[in-house]
């Protein structure tokens, strides 16, 4: 009886918590189903927008934003905090429900060339907006004035729209603005200045650049708007309708670098006090009327492009600071009233590249010296006075003195052609023959012929005016391919042709870039590569700057409206029905969010410079995976002021100091000296790669230090140092036979990983005993990756490179054909196994050990007659077991022929059987090390390789490596 009471009481109470329990999770599931979605609002106002396009994106269907991967859409806590769009062709308008994404950063819609119609007040409203990034769409009618209640504001490009109207003089409350850019509208009015009651420009103490070019803005360049206060860096005004003269407050600002004036209408003199502008570099002041004296630019040593054509300045003799500019590549003096002889010595600056003295009064005799500048390449005198020429220094460039008297009498010299025609401009080579593409593709520098998303460029500053130097074209073809593989998208190669100078004085340029692994970019791959292009103040290029690129349409891979998305109203429904269907319906539900999370996660990634401060401009923060940036003076603190005891080691690039961070862990420091250094952007790249190679055989990135002028990398520090110290006897440390084994072994596999398993594949290119690293229990780490090469340029597997590498270790082949492929570090590797087992360096006495070896040995004999050779520290007493195939195994990897040597995974495993004949088991020993190691390695079929290699590799982008097998 009792005991029957219980047992309802419990059946009772079971009831009641089972429908507890049911109520909970209906509870839990209601909460899940709105914590998922994007705020309503939100996703409501973006709704609303996208209804404004007349074609949406493919991928925006669905019911949440946030929830399902929304092409350009970045959320953060269910807000829409981005909206990255360029280039994917939406037409129609804007909607002003864009006003109603409160938590909005980026908004970057560039390169819609058909989505038009006015800008909606609305933006007004997106009070933590950062970027507005509208480049070249179709918006017309006037700038909307609530913009300037963008507190946040950093970049504001509206450049190559169709606006007209005034600048706002609200936008001078711009407080954040670092880039002003209206570039090519139709913007009319004058520069607005602030009166005490409205605000105007001259408000703009944050602001860096000024773009105003190709407009058609009037009155005079306000002298209110340059004060001490500013930090202005470009004032860009060319091709406007500006009159007056230029004001002598500029001297106010001596942050100004570069100056376009050109293309205006402006009067009266160039104030005298320009050339306390000591920062600047390029001034354009051509095509005005100013008068009175030629500008004195004494003492603006920075300056390396003037033009000064076409105004009326008074009659002069040649300026006397022209000679005297210590960066001046390029001079244009067209039209100038420029008379008298030309100095002797004129064109001894060794920078100067061209001179353009057009249209003056010059006269008597052109004389060029033996010391004119090597990088001369034009010097233009046409429809001058000059009577004779004497060409004492054998100048072999151009040079034009048509229409002077020198010329006057039919003379047919080469200097008397007024030049007619340019030679071929430059375009990326190719060495394809016999390639057919389909009509509308095209073959990209390696022959694949594919759909280039393609676009010129624009640039609206020059540093340098020799324009067939190719190597400019090559910094161009280069620094975009690597950015865009930094940023992972699918470049087979980048072409550029075509670059001239237009009549707004731009130098225009074709890019090409080409997809890879397939014959056309998909809509995300656009959006990537447009937003890298979209966003100017990336100011990655070497010789020209300021650019703007303009796109042609692209109709990329439609990506199918993805049928993943649930429909959560079916959902919703459905989960009436039963407590079975609603558990299934929450499984289901907390599966999908979590592979939503893992799809936003990825997104994210893969929009790594979306939230760029651009307020520091020697490029973005590298994005890294586990690497810590460090300060200069954190690293100054744990070398001990890069004390002398703590000097390790040097090289070409530096030194190296061992260090101790705060959290006691040992690095060695890296220190790039001044000459060096690479560019920062090139620094980035580097580590970059390095950061995405994780393996227990390659030495670890910790961190990097870019700071106060200064590169360095921070490695985690192996004691027992390299293993050329080892065999020279220096560091006491005795290696036997098995010792050296496993250290072939080792090594081996940090190559294989970086061969087959890194993505991109890289070739070390340096490979030696002195980059082979010792840790405490004597395992092979391999080092330095200064000259490391990633193999992304050319399916074929191979890049051609300028030689670089260690003399006794480079590669016979490498160095003849330039060619470098994987096999160049094989060959190296056969070097270094011959010296384990020799501890010779590689050239030693003038000989060189792979012809030493190769002469000394007979295989008939034991130890193949190289007792002679071998190192006595081995201890030849003990049988060397397996000692014949090691051998064996270094001359194939010394193979002429790059073709006939093993691939380095065929070196890991052969190096793996002599370790069992030697009685060494090779993974067991692996797998107990690695664990003490603590590292994320395990073993796959006798390979160690971390986690992220592996997923590097499951995830990677079809690429070279198909060949190599
Ligand atoms: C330039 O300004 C002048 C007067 O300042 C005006 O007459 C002329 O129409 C303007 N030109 C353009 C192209 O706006
Ligand atoms: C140009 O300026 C420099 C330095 O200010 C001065 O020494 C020189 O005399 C000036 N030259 C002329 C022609 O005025």
């Known amino acids: 009886m009792e005991h029957s009471l219980i047992i309802d009481s419990i059946w009772h109470l079971r009831q009641m918590t089972q429908k507890c329990w049911i109520f909970l999770l209906f509870i839990v599931f209601c909460v899940v189903i709105v914590a998922e979605n994007t705020v309503s609002d939100e996703a409501a106002a973006l709704k609303a927008v996208a209804d404004g396009f007349q074609n949406k994106p493919g991928s925006w269907n669905g019911f949440d934003p946030c929830g399902s991967v929304w092409l350009g859409i970045k959320c953060t806590n269910y807000h829409i905090t981005s909206i990255i769009l360029p280039s994917v062709g939406v037409t129609g308008t804007l909607a002003g429900d864009i006003g109603n994404l409160p938590e909005l950063l980026f908004l970057d ?164 006090t320009i050339n306390s502008l000591t920062s600047m570099k390029e001034l354009y002041l051509s095509n005005n009327l100013l008068t009175g004296p030629l500008p004195n630019l004494t003492g603006m040593n920075a300056l390396d492009y003037v033009d000064l054509s076409n105004n009326s300045f008074d009659v002069s003799d040649v300026p006397p600071w022209f000679s005297s500019l210590p960066s001046l590549t390029t001079l244009l003096l067209e039209h100038s009233q420029v008379q008298g002889g030309i100095p002797a010595g004129l064109f001894s600056f060794s920078p100067l590249q061209t001179v353009q003295l057009k249209n003056n009064l010059l006269n008597g005799t052109l004389e060029i010296d033996s010391g004119y500048s090597t990088q001369l390449r034009l010097v233009d005198l046409q429809t001058n006075d000059i009577a004779d020429f004497r060409n004492n220094g054998n100048y072999n460039k151009t040079i034009i003195l048509a229409d002077n008297p020198v010329c006057r009498h039919g003379s047919n010299e080469n200097y008397c052609a007024a030049r007619t025609k340019n030679n071929s401009p430059y375009s990326t080579p190719n060495s394809c023959s016999g390639i057919d593409c389909p009509s509308e593709q095209a073959l990209s520098p390696n022959c694949f012929c594919s759909y280039p998303y393609e676009g010129i460029l624009y640039f609206r500053l020059l540093t340098v005016s020799n324009f067939q130097n190719s190597t400019y074209y090559q910094d161009l073809e280069k620094k975009i391919l690597s950015t865009l593989q930094v940023r992972k998208v699918p470049v087979d190669s980048v072409a550029v042709h075509d670059p001239f100078m237009d009549a707004s004085n731009y130098l225009e340029i074709s890019v090409e870039v080409f997809p890879s692994g397939k014959a056309k970019f998909d809509q995300g791959d656009i959006v990537l590569i447009a937003s890298f292009f979209s966003n100017q103040t990336s100011d990655i290029f070497d010789y020209f700057t300021l650019y703007n690129f303009i796109p042609k349409p692209y109709i990329p891979i439609l990506e199918g409206s993805s049928s993943k998305s649930s429909n959560t109203a079916a959902i919703v429904g459905a989960s009436a029905g039963g407590v079975v269907a609603l558990l299934v319906i929450i499984g289901l539900v907390i599966f999908v969010m979590i592979r939503k999370k893992g799809k936003a996660k990825k997104m994210e990634q893969s929009y790594p410079f979306g939230s760029w401060d651009p307020s520091k401009r020697s490029g973005s923060v590298p994005q890294l995976k586990g690497a810590r940036c460090f300060s200069f003076e954190e690293l100054k603190k744990c070398t001990d ?107 081996a596999r940090g190559l294989s990983y970086l061969h087959f398993l890194a993505d991109p594949p890289i070739v070390h290119r340096d490979i030696k005993s002195n980059n082979i690293l010792l840790d405490n229990h004597l395992h092979a780490k391999v080092a330095d990756f200064g000259l490391s090469k990633p193999m992304t340029n050319d399916r074929k597997g191979h890049v051609t490179t300028q030689v670089k590498g260690t003399m006794g270790y480079l590669d016979p082949e490498y160095y003849m054909t330039q060619q470098l492929t994987e096999k160049s570090d094989v060959y190296s590797f056969g070097v270094l196994l011959l010296e384990l087992i020799t501890a010779r360096k590689p050239i030693e006495r003038n000989k060189y050990i792979v012809r030493e070896v190769k002469s000394a040995i007979d295989k008939k004999t034991e130890l193949y007659g190289l007792e002679q050779l071998v190192d006595s520290t081995i ?71 971390s986690n992220e290699a592996l997923m590097n590799y499951s995830g990677a982008i079809p690429s070279s490596r198909s060949d190599t097998k």
């Open 641 to 747: 002021n890069f004390s002398e005891p703590n000097h390790i080691g040097s090289g070409g690039y530096g030194k190296v100091y061992k260090g101790t961070l705060l959290d006691g862990q040992m690095v060695a420091v890296k220190r790039a000296q001044e000459d060096s250094m690479q560019g920062g952007h090139e620094f980035k790249n580097e580590i970059e790669l390095l950061t995405r190679v994780h393996h227990r055989n390659l030495v670890n990135l910790v961190g990097f230090c870019f700071d106060q002028g200064e590169q360095m990398l921070v490695y985690e520090y192996l004691p027992n140092g390299t293993l050329r110290e080892s065999l020279s006897g220096m560091s006491g440390i005795r290696l036997d036979w098995k010792k050296r084994l496993w250290i072939a072994l080792d090594a």
């Open 109 to 272: 819609l560039s390169y819609n060339p058909d989505l038009g119609g006015s800008l909606p007040a609305s933006i007004g409203k997106l009070h933590k907006l950062k970027n507005l990034i509208l480049l070249g769409c179709g918006f017309s009618g006037q700038i909307p004035p609530e913009l300037g209640n963008l507190q946040h504001l950093t970049i504001l490009d509206l450049n190559y729209n169709k606006l007209s109207g005034p600048i706002p003089p609200s936008l001078g409350n711009l407080s954040s603005l670092y880039w002003f850019d209206i570039t090519e509208n139709e913007i009319s009015g004058t520069i607005p200045i602030s009166d005490g009651i409205n605000p105007g420009l001259d408000m703009l103490r944050r602001t860096e650049h000024f773009h105003f070019g190709g407009n058609k803005l009037s009155g005079n360049i306000p002298p209110e708007l340059f004060h001490s206060g500013m930090v202005m860096e470009h004032l860009i005004c060319n091709n406007n309708n500006f009159t007056g003269s230029i004001p002598s407050t500029l001297n106010l600002v001596p942050s100004l670098e570069a100056l376009r004036l050109d293309g205006n209408k402006l009067t009266g003199p160039v104030p005298t």
């Open 875 to 945: 201890g030849l007493s003990n049988t060397l077991a397996g000692f014949n195939r090691f051998v064996d195994l270094a001359l194939m990897c010394v193979g002429e022929s790059g073709a006939d040597r093993p691939t380095m995974s065929e070196v890991v495993k052969e190096i793996e059987n002599i370790m069992q004949l030697a009685g060494i088991n090779p993974n067991a020993e692996s797998a107990s090390t690695s664990a003490s190691y603590g590292d994320s390695s395990f073993t796959l079929r006798g390979h160690l390789y």
